[in-house]
């Protein structure tokens, strides 16, 4: 079921590398996975270097096309795409009285990478091994240096919250952290270039990275044996992604509900409460997929159950969702507090996250937290038991999707053990294994079903399991949402296509004194404290920006959360967004099922389109929103414009508008409060689907935007939007085509919808 399954290592995936070489002492193993990606190991070991990738990689190696020979200059290994060339070292002289104090212990490793054609790709120029002791266990601190160019930049690496795109000349603590001072920060140590070529680096203790620093890229992870990492290349950025999806797994397509609004609150303290947000969007006429019924619903942390004090019935809660169209999602903690009813059942096994001595390690030395310990997700079997309990005891009472929270995990494994090792050795591996257990679950379970995850961290072939993930518990601030824009586009280009935000912020609303008037009127407000006049404003603003990315959640810490309760001047412009989304459908599952396929991100920084263009490198706020759509969010109070670069090689229509504008500029673009810069790449081809209450309604095309200026075609994509179905016999689809000297759009057949494409078209400008 595309399920992540090789998670702890790729024993299943293994073969015997094309060659294994001593380097004075250093056992350099090549391993190709295609003729674009090759897995470099290098240890003092033989048997270390001789190991298989480890978790989160489950794809298969493939020499196949690989060639082998020597040369004066080293082993050369080509293929049809690469060349990869580890240097001969010549036996090393006796060293200098300088040397004697400072020559390295290691005997050297160059390892050069070229294109097929001989252009230098990118080159590894050293490697490190330092011994120390780790949680009582005697180990290394392992890195490679590799060289850079002063041209070139940086991407993904996970989420890092401060706010810049590019990562260059910087270094970034790839871990898991979620007390990080930006936000909470993610480890997807997938570094991408816009060279040509990325590095997966194949380590899950915390590590160090310092893209194009000091004139060279530099990783250090906190334990190991070994140096493992791979090597992707390609002649577009989506090369790079389709050699990511090789590795780490396929990005499955989600249900069709996840493209529409996923209602949340923390939290909705009764059935009654839930159901009547739910109700009050019908009643009002706004489309609404998902409720989410966030922590707290249980008795205890960890006793697996409901609180029938305040849900009673949940299953008829959710008969009521599904009838109206709705679908709903519940959160479960990983978590067991001592008084829960399976701790010492958990704890007897050996499945807690325990201490040196043994015992169970219950909360967090830090926040005054006490509130239990964490299931060992590492053990297949704690996982199994896991997902049997969470389908008995929750997804039985009708409930049709999981949020997996705290995936991180919060409770911080450093200096305690698993039962497959150090949690300093696999701190960033518990999203990955955890998100695996309700993936392998469902996967047996319900075959039929399309599963959906909520998670707020990623490891390396996360993505596989069927997550989609959020930026956490960020505060509620201009600030944060100016963050936002360039910490979404690097966990994106880290492989994750599904990823988000909390629309408001998660925090409380207290924010600094408003800069200007508020543009947005506060009046009738009840989602803040009077004073806060200007959360409105930041509300629209952060609705607007979540609408055109890949999912759309509202959610956080205060006392009303729906899109009326911002009061009278939001609401409308709230529900105009929020129609809009609806409008987008169809053009945003035709790109989910594109990244199924491919594994390439759809919300995507100008970099990924635009390589020629070298004044997009460093733009982190704004993005393209598959291949048609340009946004530019509005994340500065008070703010009625902004500037926007439309980036070259290209006209640009004006969303709103229709007016034509040339590439290769900046503008200062209009941004009312009602509106955010949108722009639309000339030859492109937007449907547009007419309203539904949800993505249960089945959903006409009400047009079929053409925005003329060069030949352009686009796959229309649908399915029943539930099932597994589409992994096996496909959905409907039908390609459209822009021909630019006719001026005629066609298909290739009836579209998904039944429509013929007469009447729907319009070209604009025309």
Known sequence: MGVATATLAGQAAWAAPIATLDRNGSIVSIEPYAPNIVHVTIAMDKAEAAQPAGPGISGTADSSGWQHSQAAEGDVFRSSALSVTVAAQPWPAAPTQMQRYFAPALPPVAIAIAGADGRPITRMTGWEMAPQTVAGEKTFRVGASFADTPDTHYYGLGQNQEGILDLRGRTIDCRHYYDAPAGEQVCVPFLVTDKGYGIVWDNPSATLVSPGLNNATHFQSQVGERVSFFLITGATADDLYAGYRRLTGVTPLPPKAAFGLIQSKARYESQDELLGIADGYRRRGYPL???VLDWFYWTRMGQLDIDHRYFPDPKAMNEKLHAMGMRSIISVWPRFERESRYYNELAAKGWLLRDKDGQVVDGLPFRSD????????????????????????????GFDYLWLDETEP??????YFYSIGSGDRYHNLFPLVHTAAAAEGSARDRPGFRNLILARAAYLGAQANGAIFWSSDVNATWETLKRQVPTGLDMTASGIAYWSSDTGGWQYPSGPKAAHPPLVDPAGATAMGADYPDYPELFVRWFQYNTLTPTLRIHGQRPATAIWDYGKAAEPILAQWLRLRYALVPYLYALGHRTYETGAPFMRALWMDFPADAAVRSIGDQYMLGPALLVAPVTEQGATHRRVYLPAGTDWYDWWSGQRLAGGQSIDAPAPIDRIPVYVRAGSIVPIGAQVPSTATAQKLESIRVYPGRDASFTLYDDDGTTNAYRTQGGRSATLRWDQASGRLTASGKLPSGQDVAGLVTVIGR
């Open 410 to 415: 919060d409770l911080v494994p450093d200096g």
């Open 370 to 397: 006490r509130a239990g310990a964490l299931i060992d997700s590492t053990n297949p079997k704690a996982r199994e038991w896991l997902w049997d309990h969470v389908r008995d005891n929750i997804l039985s009472q």
């Open 289 to 291: 997929d998902i409720m």
